[in-house]
């Protein structure tokens, strides 16, 4: 029996911590997609790895300064495995911190990320109580935190810089294994492609060849994960409009 729980004990240590954290995070921005269940994986194993060595540097830092004395806590953390009765006291509490600690956190992180994507930058600074350089002070180091395990790849970029923009804009999306989305983004789409739970580009529009030649239809949102790359266009900018606008009137 005592077996068996440092087995259970040893699989919560290794990954349900950062899997806890991932879903925290998840509450409020979609970082994490289908495709990326391996990598979601590894994620989890490396965040957990990550508190368990902040765990140990907490504890030899209240050591450190004499506030706490720290000695017993990892004779039996580190140097009794076991017990007869199975975990002892100092290994129940850690498991236990292990399991609570990743959820605080990861819904920090998470509505603190959310919350500074949400909105424009030159309008998030006036529609908040709080004073500006109190919220930057506040959410600055755990954003960048956030953004060192959870680093935006270059096409999130690319669309988070297309997003803010000035609209309206045409774009040709290309897709993977699927035909070029070519659409508008106006004003409205462009907010909703902001959006910390889209992760992609949300067209007000889009134009398709049909039977009678090349048709305006509905929009549709296109995931981050299929675009291999946008060619954008805007109307008055002085640039002749690219042979893939030959059909779409503006």
């Not at 004990?9 to 391996?38: K, M, N």
């Not at 006291?89 to 292990?98: F, I, K, N, V, Y």
Request: with cysteine.
């Amino acid at each position: 029996m005592p077996v068996s729980i440092v087995a259970v004990a040893i699989l919560l240590t290794l990954f349900v911590p950062g899997y806890l954290f991932q879903s925290a995070v998840r509450e409020y921005s979609s970082i994490l997609a289908a495709d990326r269940d391996i990598f979601a994986v590894a994620q989890a194993v490396a965040l957990s790895g990550g508190f368990i060595v902040a765990g140990f540097f907490v504890l030899n830092l209240l050591d450190a300064v004499n506030v706490w004395s720290a000695a017993k806590i990892r004779d039996e953390l580190l140097q009794s495995p076991t017990t007869e009765t199975g975990l002892n006291m100092a290994q129940s509490l850690s498991l236990l911190g292990l399991l609570i600690l990743p959820i605080l956190l990861g819904r920090a992180f998470g509505m603190a990320n959310a919350r500074s994507r949400a909105k424009v930058p030159e309008q998030a600074s006036g529609s908040r109580s709080v004073p500006g350089w109190v919220w930057f002070g506040i959410t600055f180091p755990i954003r960048l935190l956030f953004r060192f395990f959870f680093r935006p790849s270059p096409m999130e970029t690319k669309i988070r810089k297309l997003t803010y923009d000035e609209a309206p804009v045409y774009v040709r999306i290309v897709r993977q294994g699927q035909e070029d989305a070519i659409g508008l983004l106006d004003a409205a789409s462009q907010e909703a492609s902001r959006s910390a739970l889209g992760r992609g580009v949300a067209l007000a529009a889009r134009w398709a060849p049909g039977t009678a030649g090349w048709e305006r239809l509905c929009g549709c949102h296109v995931s981050v994960i299929d675009v291999i790359d946008i060619f954008e266009w805007r109307p008055g900018s002085g640039k002749p409009a690219p042979d893939w606008m030959r059909h779409i009137p503006t």
